[in-house]
């Protein structure tokens, strides 16, 4: 089963990072994206927040409740709302947190 995440822009001394996943098809459904996305989640923080972590975004189109669902599952909260910016963003985006635990 296949769910590739990937940490963005994670550096010392940054105090956020974007982290992404994508769910093959056959995946889907399985609870894959979600346990992709709390090890990735965890690593990160474990990696990082000594250094000054101190929040991890998903960003993801508006549309997509599943991926809603996904950040939920793993204590992503609902910040805001992206506007679209065509081409290359056609809708807007939700964009869930995850703060590192005090």
């Known amino acids: 089963m296949n769910a590739p995440v990937i940490l963005k822009a994670a550096a010392p001394g940054k105090p956020s990072a974007e982290v992404g996943y994508w769910t093959a098809a056959q995946a889907r459904g399985r609870g894959v994206a979600p346990r992709a996305l709390h090890t990735l989640t965890a690593w990160s923080f474990d990696a ?27 204590g992503y909260q609902f910040d805001k709302i992206l506007p679209s910016a065509p081409p290359s963003y056609p809708l807007d985006g939700h964009l869930p947190i995850r703060r590192a635990a005090a």
Request: some cysteine; charged content about 30%; aromatic content about 4%.
């Open 48 to 74: 990082f927040q000594a250094t000054g972590l101190e929040r991890l975004e998903l960003l993801h189109r508006m549309d997509n409740l599943a991926s809603c669902r996904v950040a939920e599952k793993n």
